[in-house]
């Protein structure tokens, strides 16, 4: 069907062939895949900056390294509630004109908890002569990730639009086999198929000629919990092994709202908005293993494995796309009779999509961890650890999409990172007080995009029967983001994510 615009405007086509590719599941193969025991941690493990391999008698040990267990003399329960204070600042450029827009800042709060748990001790008491002094079981129920974020954007684009992408992924595609956002763009009468001498279509234009403010409000939500079960044992207060179960629940919401306006020039359309909406839920299991020697009385060495996570994933999403015409704007439709229809453009309705669902299966990756502990006296202890972790071995499968193209890239532009955790604490009597460090660098093989860097610090307050502890982690990344993919002058928003987590941890003992 040709489509002619009343008003005359007269623009070239832009001819390219579509291709199939990734889907985009290779983004979620990220998200599911970066889990942080520090997310779930007790505030006293917080505060030193996550650095517990090496260290037991904790309730994180039962995700950390199981063997951590077999450090308890006594039975305890934890429970610990956290406040996030999120911070974004986006701001949008085109690196290759040299231009920036303003830095837009957003701000979001999330009361979670970060674990809540017991363990249940089972040795054989302080003064057995027994080498096997038992162990103790932990059962705990933690926060592996949180998705809560909010980016907002603005600039005036004066080189492109995501109509000029939109053009780029329509090749000579009939009206009819067009897909996802250009299905909504024809619809609404953003892109039109131009035809040949022998009315054969050879690509598509727009009447829209002008240049727009671009502005997005991108909002995350969610949450990514496992539920543990682990044992750990002791071997003659030198030798510490345990192993465990997890399950993981996940779920996701992202929402997207884009809108381009102020077109200059402008004679036809007042606006362009879409609207993007996509939930992802899962449930998957993984399993850990661990061992803490102590080689003399004042260190101690622990390694654990954590194998690679087999979730179950669903999502399900639409999205809208609404052309905003300025009144009086009118095509002629010709069918293949000759027939014409004229439409204003002002009444049409807005797209909305068939809902999408799918249903896939996602591998992350192992992760190794060693670590080591020094203890000062009854002063207190310095901590450190070294995480191991091969993004590139996450894979997709799925029987309702072909994921050969996501797993490419998967295998292509992420990479094996070595986290680094280090911390310690100070014993004042009864009062403990901590300080420590984190570096997660980027996942990506060729950019430092995503490194992420953790301050922590936490003090608390013991006695054989109960325990308050408080951490406060400080949490900075940066992240990169396009609207859409264009070939040349790519619009970026570049945002600085601080997220600012206050925990609090009660535990008693029995």
């Not at 889990?35 to 520090?38: K, V």
């Given at each position: 069907m040709?489509?002619?615009?009343?008003?005359?405007?007269?623009?070239h086509s832009?001819?390219?062939?579509?291709?199939?590719?990734?889907?985009?599941?290779?983004?979620?193969?990220?998200?599911?895949s970066q889990?942080?025991?520090?997310y779930?941690?007790?505030?006293?493990?917080?505060?030193?900056?996550?650095?517990?391999?090496?260290?037991?008698?904790?309730?994180?040990?039962?995700?950390?390294?199981p063997?951590?267990?077999?450090?308890?003399n006594?039975?305890?329960?934890?429970?610990?509630?956290?406040?996030?204070?999120?911070?974004?600042?986006?701001?949008?450029?085109?690196?290759?004109?040299?231009?920036?827009?303003?830095?837009?800042?957003?701000f979001?709060?999330?009361?979670?908890?970060?674990?809540?748990?017991?363990v249940?001790?089972?040795?054989?008491g302080?003064?057995?002569?027994?080498?096997?002094?038992?162990?103790?079981?932990?059962?705990?129920?933690?926060?592996?990730?949180?998705?809560?974020?909010?980016r907002n954007?603005v600039?005036?684009?004066?080189h492109?639009?995501?109509?000029?992408?939109?053009l780029?992924?329509?090749?000579?595609?009939?009206?009819?086999?067009?897909?996802?956002?250009?299905?909504?763009?024809?619809d609404?009468?953003?892109?039109?198929?131009?035809?040949?001498?022998d009315?054969?279509?050879n690509?598509y234009?727009?009447?829209?000629?002008?240049?727009?403010?671009?502005?997005?409000?991108?909002?995350?939500?969610?949450s990514?919990?496992?539920?543990?079960?682990?044992?750990?044992?002791?071997?003659d207060?030198?030798?510490?092994?345990g192993?465990?179960?997890?399950i993981?629940?996940?779920?996701?919401?992202?929402?997207?709202?884009?809108?381009?306006?102020?077109?200059?020039?402008?004679?036809?359309?007042?606006?362009?908005?879409?609207?993007?909406?996509?939930?992802?839920?899962?449930?998957?299991?993984?399993?850990?293993?661990g061992?803490?020697?102590?080689?003399?009385?004042?260190l101690?060495?622990?390694?654990?494995?954590?194998?690679?996570?087999?979730?179950?994933?669903?999502?399900?999403?639409?999205?809208?796309?609404?052309?905003?015409?300025k009144?009086?704007?009118?095509?002629?439709?010709t069918?293949?009779?000759?027939?014409?229809?004229?439409?204003?453009?002002?009444?049409?309705?807005?797209?909305?999509?068939d809902?999408?669902?799918?249903?896939?299966?996602?591998?992350?990756?192992?992760?190794?961890?060693v670590?080591?502990?020094l203890?000062?006296?009854?002063?207190?202890?310095?901590?450190?650890?070294?995480?191991f972790?091969?993004?590139?071995?996450?894979?997709?499968?799925?029987?309702?999409?072909?994921?050969?193209?996501?797993?490419?890239?998967?295998?292509?532009?992420y990479?094996?990172?070595?986290?680094i955790?280090?911390?310690?604490?100070?014993?004042?009597?009864?009062?403990?007080?901590?300080?420590?460090?984190?570096?997660?660098?980027?996942?990506?093989?060729n950019?430092d995009?995503?490194?992420?860097?953790?301050?922590?610090?936490?003090?608390?307050?013991?006695t054989?029967?109960?325990?308050?502890?408080?951490?406060?982690?400080?949490?900075?990344?940066?992240?990169?983001?396009?609207?859409y993919?264009?070939?040349?002058?790519?619009?970026?928003?570049e945002?600085?994510?601080?997220?600012?987590?206050?925990?609090?941890?009660?535990g008693?003992?029995?």
């Open positions: 040709k489509k002619t615009l009343i008003l005359g405007l007269i623009l832009v001819i390219s062939n579509a291709q199939q590719g990734p889907f985009g599941y290779y983004k979620d193969a990220l998200i599911f889990t942080n025991t520090l779930g941690s007790t505030a006293r493990i917080q505060g030193i900056g996550g650095a517990s391999v090496a260290l037991g008698g904790d309730l994180s040990s039962i995700s950390s390294n063997a951590g267990l077999g450090f308890f006594r039975s305890v329960f934890t429970v610990t509630p956290s406040l996030d204070f999120i911070t974004s600042k986006s701001e949008f450029t085109i690196p290759d004109q040299g231009f920036s827009g303003s830095v837009e800042e957003s979001k709060n999330n009361l979670n908890f970060s674990n809540i748990g017991t249940v001790n089972f040795t054989k302080d003064y057995t002569n027994d080498k096997f002094k038992g162990g103790s079981l932990g059962i705990s129920l933690n926060r592996l990730n949180g998705f809560h974020l909010v954007y600039g005036a684009n004066d492109n639009s995501i109509l000029d992408s939109f780029d992924n329509v090749g000579q595609t009939q009206p009819g086999d067009l897909g996802g956002f250009e299905a909504g763009a024809y609404q009468y953003l892109i039109n198929p131009t035809f040949d001498a009315d054969n279509i690509g234009d727009s009447f829209i000629t002008g240049f727009p403010v671009q502005s997005e409000t991108i909002k995350e939500s969610g990514h919990y496992q539920l543990n079960i682990a044992w750990g044992g002791n071997y207060d030198r030798l510490y092994f192993g465990g179960m997890g993981q629940i996940l779920n996701y919401q992202l929402r997207r709202n884009y809108l381009e306006n102020q077109f200059e020039p402008a004679p036809f359309i007042n606006s362009i908005s879409i609207l993007d909406d996509l939930e992802v839920r899962g449930a998957g299991i993984d399993f850990n293993f061992t803490i020697v102590r080689p003399v009385e004042f101690t060495i622990g390694i654990n494995y954590t194998s690679p996570s087999f979730i179950s994933l669903d999502e399900e999403g639409f999205f809208d796309v609404d052309a905003n015409w009144g009086g704007t009118e095509v002629t439709e069918d293949e009779g000759g027939g014409e229809t004229t439409i204003d453009l002002g009444t049409i309705d807005p797209y909305r999509s809902l999408f669902v799918s249903e896939y299966k996602l591998r992350t990756p192992s992760k190794i961890s670590g080591s502990a203890f000062i006296g009854k002063s207190g202890f310095l901590s450190g650890d070294v995480e972790v091969d993004y590139s071995n996450a894979s997709i499968n799925s029987t309702d999409f072909l994921e050969s193209a996501d797993n490419d890239v998967i295998e292509d532009i990479t094996s990172v070595m986290n955790r280090v911390g310690g604490e100070y014993r004042i009597d009864n009062f403990r007080l901590r300080a420590g460090y984190a570096l997660f660098p980027s996942p990506y093989k950019s995009l995503q490194d992420r860097t953790n301050l922590t610090f936490g003090f608390g307050y013991r054989r029967d109960y325990f308050l502890d408080f951490a406060v982690v400080n949490s900075e990344t940066k992240s990169l983001y396009s609207p993919e264009i070939a040349n002058d790519q619009p970026i928003v945002t600085d994510v601080q997220n600012t987590s206050v925990s609090v941890t009660f008693l003992t029995f």
